[in-house]
């Protein structure tokens, strides 16, 4: 059978899809036409036939690397022996929250969403729900999702920082000024934040991969948790991202801080849709779920069987096999050879990142929060990896954003990816100077 073109398929897509992508964040400039016709492990190929090693990951979630066989095996048994009804729960539901129960510190209770941005929303809902209170806090930078209180100041211009940066036209003004925006890594901010005003939830990622990879500074994790307890409000760790990625027990299990509430999804079912709150016992038992309780909670395709049995998978296969140690070995080997590579050229970088988790700013470091990211070279951190591709490596040519390792990348990608820098960055270089 005839290949179709993938600028016919595109064409096709723009056709019916409003903009030819079914997310805001797939429409990339100079990717307008890029048509993804399948995924393997470490790799995908395009409708032209051009195969990539892929470092962009979705945005992380296959840890164990696309169409993991174990994971999409489970899913298929699954499928084959219990479909959603709709009412009462399956025997996989009840594994699958047990199993994050014992694995991650703060879960005493947990409830199964489709994404990330369910999880959060309920996450703020509930600490409103519980506390009485307004207001929420969130930093410059971290990314929560799509809706209204937290879809603000994340890749925000330098004229926008210090004030709200909402990402989307249609939000209530009064839902924008419910939310304060601070600093990450400035513990001093938050408690201004906290004396003057009636503050529900502090939400943040523990690691804001939203911007690649800004570190929590030593102390920063343990203030806010002194903090939130303190003035009783809710502290909300967004580990969508960070979970399973990093650890099976959460950031929170390295970085030994309790949130009282956690968000999961990404890499918990290896790219099938599932999410999920924890947390507390006395906020999650505010839920709806429990008859008469004041939270409301709900959705039809909540605790799917078929993608809660790719999360029991994911996790059996983390228990199993050195995955962690795989990918964090990769990702470090990265960061110290493209930290060798940066200086030897003479250009000025950042390498940062943690575990699998990789990327270079350009710029004259430290970097402790989103002020100073400001200085990022935005062509070249864009223009290089637009290089990349003409090598068969793919990182996601938007700026800012994070790399990724799986557990179905080499070491010889290792130094294919090294080796393709050094010249894609040499010949992006060239061609501005």
């Known amino acids: 059978m005839a290949v179709i073109p993938d600028t016919d398929l595109a064409a096709r897509a723009a056709a019916v899809i409003p903009g030819g992508v079914n997310s805001g964040q797939r429409r990339v400039a100079g990717l307008e036409d890029l048509v993804v016709t399948a995924t393997s492990g470490a790799t995908f190929t395009d409708a032209e036939g051009r195969t990539y090693t892929d470092y962009h990951a979705a945005f992380g979630p296959p840890l164990l690397g696309h169409n993991d066989p174990d994971v999409d095996g489970a899913v298929a048994a699954a499928a084959r022996s219990v479909g959603l009804m709709g009412v009462g729960v399956t025997p996989i539901e009840i594994e699958l ?116 990879a800004v570190l929590p500074e030593d102390g920063f994790l343990e203030r806010l948790r002194e903090l939130a307890t303190k003035h009783g409000t809710v502290l909300i760790f967004d580990e969508v991202i960070t979970g399973f990625r990093h650890t099976l027990g959460g950031f929170q299990s390295i970085a030994g801080v309790t949130p009282d509430l956690t968000t999961l999804g990404k890499a918990m079912g290896n790219g099938w849709p599932i999410s999920a709150l924890g947390g507390k016992a006395e906020l999650m038992d505010l839920f709806s779920t429990t008859p008469g309780r004041p939270a409301f909670f709900a959705g039809t395709f909540n605790g799917h069987p078929p993608t809660a049995a790719a999360a029991l998978a994911t996790i059996d296969k983390l228990r199993r096999e050195p995955v962690h140690e795989h990918v964090f070995r990769l990702g ?102």
């Open 332 to 433: 470090e080997r990265a960061r110290r050879a493209l930290d060798e590579l940066y200086r030897r050229l003479g250009i000025p970088a950042v390498v940062s990142g943690y575990g699998s988790v990789f990327l270079a700013y350009f710029l004259e470091g430290p970097v402790c929060n989103y002020d100073d990211l400001l200085r990022n070279d935005v062509d070249l951190f864009v223009g290089y990896r637009r290089e990349l591709m003409k090598d068969g490596i793919f990182e996601l040519p938007l700026n800012l954003k994070r790399s990724h390792f799986s557990y179905a990348h080499t070491d010889e990608d290792v130094d294919r990816l090294l080796e393709a820098t050094e010249a894609a960055v040499t010949r992006f270089q060239g061609s501005r100077a």
């Open 97 to 212: 929250a047990e199993q994050l129960c014992e694995l991650v510190p703060s879960v005493e209770r947990v409830l199964l969403t489709e994404t990330g941005s369910e999880a959060t929303f309920h996450a703020i809902r509930v600490a409103r729900a519980a506390t009485g209170r307004r207001h929420v806090i969130k930093f410059q930078g971290c990314y929560h999702g799509w809706h209204d209180a937290v879809a603000m100041n994340v890749i925000s211009l330098p004229e926008n920082v210090g004030r709200h940066d909402p990402l989307s036209k249609g939000v209530l003004p009064e839902v924008t000024e419910a939310t304060i925006v601070c600093r990450f890594n400035d513990a001093e901010e938050v408690e201004r934040a906290l004396i003057d005003h009636d503050v529900a939830a502090i939400i943040l990622e523990p690691i804001p991969h939203n911007i690649g």
